[in-house]
Nanobody, 125 residues
Framework: QVQLVETGGGLVQAGGSLRLSCAAS????????MGWFRQAPGKEREFVAA????????TYADSVKGRFTISRDNAKATVLLQMNSLKPEDTAVYYC??????????????????WGQGTQVTVSS
């Protein structure tokens, strides 16, 4: 089992940048794919980005391609989400999740076993 804690959320103006960090604990972290999801009030939880256990394969939602970058440092047991050119529609609670697989994560939240508590990201216009 992987324990996850997200940090780095906050309030930023449209066009700005923010970096989210997910600190993981557990012996299996380096062997599983990781993903980021987000959920806005009244909306369903949606896929944002995923990365394989080696960091060699990444997947992004079309809505964030070219703006967000997912990365990981297995030695530090950390996964990051660098968010640039933020838009008001990016406002949501962002969740870090550990997949049941080692390859690049699925876009489906049902593939993921362990979840962090979430961190709020608010983008003002």
């Amino acid at each position: 089992q992987v324990q996850l804690v997200e940090t780095g959320g906050g309030l930023v103006q449209a066009g700005g940048s923010l970096r989210l960090s997910c600190a993981a604990s557990g012996r299996t972290f380096s062997s599983v794919a990781m993903g980021w999801f987000r959920q806005a009030p009244g909306k369903e939880r949606e896929f944002v980005a995923a990365i394989s256990w080696t960091g060699g394969s990444t997947t992004y939602a079309d809505s964030v391609k070219g703006r967000f970058t997912i990365s990981r440092d297995n030695a530090k047991a950390t996964v990051l989400l660098q968010m640039n050119s933020l838009k008001p529609e990016d406002t949501a609670v962002y969740y870090c999740a550990a997949s049941v697989y080692s390859h690049a994560g699925s876009r489906s939240r049902f593939e993921y076993k362990d979840w962090g508590q979430g961190t709020q990201v608010t983008v003002s216009s």
